[in-house]
């Protein structure tokens, strides 16, 4: 069982998870993820929780609105991405894609998304690429990664394929 822990602990690095969703703070309680596997049905499976101070554990799919459940999953797939690399060379990739990363979530926890994705590219030299529908959110990254200080481009769309106005 500890070897199992281990495993899957590493397999979807769990710290680097709790590093990412520590800095969004969506649930003002349980703070913290763990995957555990269930083997209490006929087929087992992964299960995951959230922790709160007291270390009870819930299951997010029943408690977490469906925001809290989006930035968990971001999370996730934050920390994956970050340690993905080239399975030729092994190096780092270092480029992300997203596609509109912010459904349902309330205007602190989009600032603190925001800054998240400024840290990841000054402190780990990633490149974001992120897409989204959303005008605020467009201006909001705008506002807080200006083009003068970071090397960041905004690029929108006036329709399919036909660039409207573009901020490098």
């Given at each position: 069982e500890v070897y199992l822990k281990e495993t899957i602990d590493n397999f979807f690095y769990t710290q680097l998870i709790n590093k990412i969703y520590s800095k969004i703070d969506p649930h003002p309680d349980n703070y913290k993820i763990e995957f555990n596997c269930d083997f209490s049905e006929s087929k087992p499976r992964l299960q995951i929780y959230t922790?709160?101070?007291?270390?009870?554990?819930?299951?997010?799919?029943?408690?977490f609105s469906s925001a809290q459940i989006n930035i968990?999953?971001?999370?996730?797939?934050?920390?994956?991405?970050?340690?993905?690399?080239?399975?030729?060379?092994?190096?780092?990739i270092k480029c992300i894609f997203i596609d509109d990363p912010i459904q349902s979530m309330d205007s602190i926890n989009i600032l603190s998304f925001i800054d998240l994705f400024r840290s990841l590219t000054i402190n780990l030299d990633s490149q974001l690429i992120v897409s989204t529908h959303e005008e605020n959110f467009?201006?909001?990254?705008?506002?807080?990664?200006?083009?003068?200080?970071?090397?960041?481009?905004?690029?929108q769309f006036e329709t399919f394929g036909k660039i409207m106005k573009e901020s490098v």
């Open positions: 922790v709160d101070l007291d270390g009870k554990k819930s299951i997010p799919a029943l408690y968990l999953s971001l999370s996730i797939f934050l920390a994956r991405a970050l340690k993905a690399t080239n399975p030729e060379t092994k190096e780092p467009h201006l909001l990254l705008q506002k807080k990664i200006p083009v003068k200080l970071f090397k960041s481009k905004f690029i």
